[in-house]
């Protein structure tokens, strides 16, 4: 069973408490084993002497023996109820949404409010953020998805980079994946199904689309939410206003704009502190 778990634990599979709990009695007994084996008091509390004779002393032998026999028992319980197929499961995967060097802007608050709000709606079911290249779009709605699962809006988030050349296949395997299903079907149609049957089980699912580029069929992806999965929505970024309104057609918009000069140099200060302290610590590590 040992080997089993260190196994599991090398593939990064989380063990199950029961074994563990089977882990540590077994490794009680065998501690207890070891120790009343190796005690030389034990030996020789075996022993008596009677007018001259060495005689054996079932006093203490007795009550070893109890305790062997109690031992045993639970040795045959383990025994009985560990499943060496059963000793452990992949854990699911949280998405990690933390910005390190995320700054709170205040020409940002608002949108960031905005865009929770809009997310704790239950008729909103498709947002957009959109803005030019570089103003921070994508670093802002993982700021959000961060918020937006701490306050329990959502149990689950997914990101997915969509680029202008979108892989279809690859976004399936993105949101399988953070939702625990295989898809071993090769063909898209078949790779949605799956995908949509999955996601209807939801009822409080994120999935951020990146950088969206033109019309996407969420239909052909397999993104199809009921009715009655109002907690589930659609987050997308896109440099382009139009593809977000017109082609995919979201329910609120949201614009990320250029930081005000204040913000920019600030920002631009806190670059070049992290750079020089990096510069620092290498120069210190004698690298």
């Known amino acids: ?14 063990i199950f408490e029961i074994t563990k709990n089977w882990q540590k009695d077994a490794e009680g007994i065998s501690k207890q084993a070891k120790e009343i084996l190796e005690d030389e008091n034990h030996a020789n509390t075996g022993w008596c002497t009677f007018r001259g004779l060495l005689l054996l002393n ?14 045993g028992v639970s040795v045959v319980k383990i025994k009985g109820e ?23 802007f205040d020409s940002r608050s608002e949108i960031v409010d905005g865009i929770l709000e809009a997310l704790g709606d239950g008729n909103t079911r498709m947002i957009g953020v959109h803005g030019m290249p570089g103003t921070g779009k994508t670093t802002l709605v993982k700021e959000v998805s961060r918020m937006a699962l701490e306050l329990e809006l959502f149990s689950e988030a997914v990101l997915v980079p969509v680029s202008n050349t979108p892989d ?18 090769e063909t898209i149609p078949e790779r949605a199904l799956l995908l949509r049957n999955r996601s209807q089980q939801e009822k409080m699912l994120l999935i951020i689309l990146d950088d969206v580029w033109k019309e996407l069929n969420l239909k052909d992806v397999g993104i199809v939410f009921d009715g009655d999965q109002k907690g589930c929505k659609i987050l997308f970024t896109s440099r382009f206003e139009r593809v ?25 200060s806190a670059i070049v502190a992290q750079t020089v302290e990096k510069v620092l610590r290498m120069c210190r590590s004698g690298k």
């Open 244 to 268: 977000l309104q017109t082609n995919m057609g979201v329910d609120k918009i949201f614009k990320v704009g250029l930081l005000e000069e204040a913000e920019a140099l600030n920002r631009f």
């Open 1 to 14: 069973m040992k080997e089993l778990v260190d196994d599991a634990i090398r593939k990064g599979h989380a």
């Open 82 to 104: 560990v499943n060496f197929e059963n000793i452990s499961h992949r854990p699911h995967l949280q998405s990690d949404f933390t910005n390190k060097y995320y700054i709170n």
């Open 168 to 185: 279809v296949k690859n976004i399936q395997k993105a949101i399988a994946e953070r939702l625990d299903l295989q898809l071993d079907m």
């Open 58 to 71: 079932f006093v203490p032998r007795y009550g070893l023996s109890k305790k062997a026999k109690k031992m």
